[in-house]
């Protein structure tokens, strides 16, 4: 299962990065997707990173967010610049082999992690 790490606390405007962890599987042939959601929200999808690298945004995010993998390591790196008031959320890592690698459908991953909190303060 994905376990996430290095939530916190970041003024509005900063910078702040989050990892993912998945330890028992096959990394290489796994997509990895974020998830957030703030309280009162529903859960959105924020990206997704496939097998070649690849990397898929939401609108809400582009420009702004970037996503790397690192194979060796197993683990994924979420980078979170120019973060924002409404950034604030739970972030959830998601891991499978979908028939599509995409943030749009949190219905295809089996595998989630416990999540980690990222506040952003004006």
């Known amino acids: 299962y994905p376990v996430e790490s290095g939530g916190g606390s970041v003024q509005a405007g900063g910078t702040m990065t989050v990892s993912c962890k998945v330890d028992?599987?096959?990394?290489?042939?796994?997509?990895l997707a974020w998830f957030r959601q703030a309280p009162g929200k529903a859960r959105e999808g924020v990206l997704a990173i496939d097998t070649d690298g690849s990397v898929k945004y939401a609108d809400s995010v582009k420009d702004r967010f970037t996503l790397s993998r690192d194979n060796g390591g197993k683990t994924a790196y979420l980078q979170m610049n120019s973060l924002k008031s409404e950034d604030t959320a739970m972030y959830y890592c998601a891991a499978d082999r979908p028939f599509s690698c995409t943030y749009r459908d949190a219905g295809q991953y089996s595998y989630w992690g416990q999540g980690t909190q990222v506040s952003v303060s004006q």
């Open positions: 028992a599987w096959d990394f290489r042939s796994v997509c």
